[in-house]
């Protein structure tokens, strides 16, 4: 098992896209007016790609112009320090050609914040990496819990 220099093991692609097959909400990190905005949304995967829905006058809007965003996902386990982030960078665009239309139609992806949500873009997956932060830390020894005691 890698891990890098914290001592996370490295998450090879199959293991990331397995996990990014699993979830369902992620953050997508785009520019608005050169400043960084990164915004929760639900998404789903077609082929090795991230497709999300975004409706008209959405900060989304800015990801549709060919746009190089950052599409992050993670989970985790607070009471034993445990989880793992997939990173996913590529292009943002919107899918509009009927043949992917069509297939994104058959995708679980479904609005969450209302209807008028008709637009598809899709993340194409350029750089993929992950990490799991499991059991053991990066010295090689496992955590202990620590208990509190109540008085």
Known sequence: ???????????????????LGQAHVGRIALSVRAL???LPVNFAM??????????PGTKLDAALD???VAF?????QPLDHTGWSVMVQGIAGEISDDLSLARVMTLPLRPWAGERMNRYIRITTHEISGRRLSHVHAAGAPLVAIRREEP
């Open 72 to 76: 992050e996902v993670d989970s985790f």
């Open 46 to 55: 077609l082929d090795d790609d991230i497709v999300m829905r975004s409706g």
């Open 36 to 38: 960084p905005v990164v």
């Open 1 to 19: 098992m890698p891990v890098d220099r914290n001592g996370l093991e490295i998450l090879s692609r199959e293991e990331c896209m397995h996990l």
């Open 66 to 68: 060919n746009a190089v």
